[in-house]
């Protein structure tokens, strides 16, 4: 699967690449901005969404336009992911911070699943 990052950590966006990588999927970019992530969603079918991006921007809102505009799989990787809540239906998983590799990957073959 196509698989971009949504992420203002470098370190942790560093993470989720290679781990996607790693998986067998495309990475297709990383961005730390929902305008960034907006202007390439059409490349992606995956997306690992923080709630506290770079520009002030609720993750919540970028997430919430990539399900419905592009269709894309929503997977939150965030450190309060007690902030998921009411109108985020719809995302893959919710994976709290810090994460391991099979917290990542088990999420990426749900979306998986969905997509087939």
């Not at 998983?93 to 979306?111: H, N, Q, R």
């Amino acid at each position: 699967m196509k698989v971009m990052v949504v992420e203002d950590e470098p370190l942790v966006a560093l993470e989720l690449e290679r781990i996607a990588a790693e998986a067998g999927h495309e990475v297709v970019g990383s961005y730390l901005t929902a305008e960034q992530a907006l202007a390439y969603a059409s490349k992606a079918q995956v997306a690992f969404v923080d709630l506290g991006l770079a520009d002030g921007h609720s993750g919540g809102g970028l997430a919430r336009r990539l399900m419905d505009r592009f269709g894309i799989k929503v997977i939150f990787v965030t450190g309060s992911p007690e902030r998921v809540g009411y109108g985020l239906e719809g995302a893959v998983g919710v994976i709290g911070k810090p994460f391991t590799d099979k917290m990542i990957i088990d999420a990426l073959e749900k979306a998986q699943r969905l997509q087939d």
